[in-house]
């Protein structure tokens, strides 16, 4: 048996300063590895009291990789502004870019989803824009992942939109899932197999190669038990349960 090991942070506990004080020196230290853990380890606690440093990182070539990470821990109106900022100030497809989204997302704040939204409408093809977009907007983003499903860009666009609706954490995306399901194109339909098993932590125990006769299975089931059935967000783990 697995054991587990569980560690609480508790944020009442006031930075040390000596040790804040080393970490920001160096910062500025003749080693590169030791500047970039430094900014690593600055970035992960992300006290306060550091903010206006962490708020250079957006502007060093060196400790750019860093800034998403100490704009989502510090969690500032500055910080998550600067977080959005990110967004044109990097290229797309880059780690900062991606990063910055997904802490966006990952923020819970409904200011940020117009920016994840135009983000994953820009970029149909990419599916690191339209996860996030989908883990915030929820039931607002499902207009336009249905719309994108049906894109003429079959390899990408529509693929990454049934996919990334099992991340709206959605009951409303189960039934176009479902119908989705039977769409002869067997990506399409696995895709949508995979978003209704994270939207409901359920499976239908095995995974063909032809997804599509499953669609029986899961169609009586949720005509059965839709009503009262919890769904869940992508962000919440547990076992999935058999299809009955």
């Known amino acids: 048996m697995g054991t587990k090991l569980h560690f609480t942070v508790d944020p009442s506990i006031p930075e040390d300063p ?12 003749d080693d590169a590895a030791q500047r970039r853990e430094a900014a690593r380890t600055l ?19 060196e400790f750019r990789q860093f800034a998403p990470l100490a704009f989502y821990r510090l969690n500032t109106p500055r910080s998550m502004k600067a977080l959005a900022d990110m967004l044109t100030r990097t290229n797309v497809g880059s780690p ?17 989803f117009p920016v994840l939204l135009d983000i994953a409408k820009r970029y149909p093809g990419d599916l690191g824009y339209a996860v996030p977009a989908a883990e915030l907007g929820g039931d607002k983003m499902l207009p336009t992942l249905i719309s994108l499903s049906n ?15 099992g991340y709206t954490g959605s009951r409303d995306a189960v039934p176009v899932l479902l119908d989705l399901l039977k ?20 499976t239908a125990g095995e ?15 949720w005509a059965r038990e839709g009503d009262t059935a919890p769904i869940y967000k992508a962000s919440e783990c547990g076992d999935f349960e058999p299809l009955q």
């Open 18 to 29: 000596k040790v804040l004080q080393s970490v920001l020196a160096e910062l500025k230290s």
């Open 96 to 112: 900062e870019y991606m990063d910055s989204a997904s802490y966006l997302a990952k923020s819970n704040d409904p200011q940020w």
């Open 151 to 165: 894109s003429p860009d079959k390899q990408f666009a529509r693929v990454n939109a049934v996919e990334a609706m």
């Open 43 to 61: 970035a992960s606690f992300a006290p306060e009291s550091a903010e206006d440093t962490l708020l250079g990182f957006a502007n060093s070539i």
């Open 183 to 202: 769409n002869p194109d067997t990506d399409i339909a696995g895709r949508a197999r995979n978003s209704l098993q994270l939207l409901t932590h359920r």
């Open 207 to 221: 995974f063909p190669s032809n997804p599509q006769p499953q669609y029986f299975k899961w169609s009586q089931w």
